[in-house]
């Protein structure tokens, strides 16, 4: 790991740690939680509110998820690059089993089907 951006690795922890959270948290427990300096929390937060990626809540003293993170977690979707990845390899893997197959990622707990490729011949199974 490098160490030529601090306040870049700080300003993702932050978003990271506001992402994982049920709500808005206060730039506190965002310190605690980041490892970073209570001081540096607050700059970070004001550069991340000034450019979208996170709401302040005054009359809470929290701080939340802003519009911008969740443009850029659109971004992920619509380049969809799982997809674009496991695509070729899925496709000749169901080429030479002659079986269909599906990618599949594990979200928390939750499953999401990325691709599903299916043969184009199966084969017949008799079953006894």
Do not use: C
Request: net charge positive.
């Amino acid at each position: 790991m490098t160490d030529g951006a601090p306040a870049a690795r700080g300003a993702l922890r932050i978003l990271a740690h506001l992402g994982a959270a049920r709500g808005p948290l206060p730039a506190g427990q965002l310190a605690t939680a980041t490892g970073l300096p209570r001081a540096s929390v607050y700059r970070l937060l004001r550069v991340l509110e000034e450019e979208g990626f996170v709401l302040r809540f005054p009359e809470a003293h929290r701080w939340g998820i802003g519009i911008a993170a969740f443009e850029l977690a659109g971004g992920y979707n619509r380049q969809e690059p799982l997809t674009r990845l496991g695509r070729p390899i899925v496709a000749a893997l169901v080429d030479r089993v002659g079986e269909n197959a599906h990618l599949a990622a594990l979200h928390g707990r939750d499953v999401i089907y990325l691709i599903e490729e299916r043969a184009a011949r199966r084969r017949s199974r008799k079953w006894r």
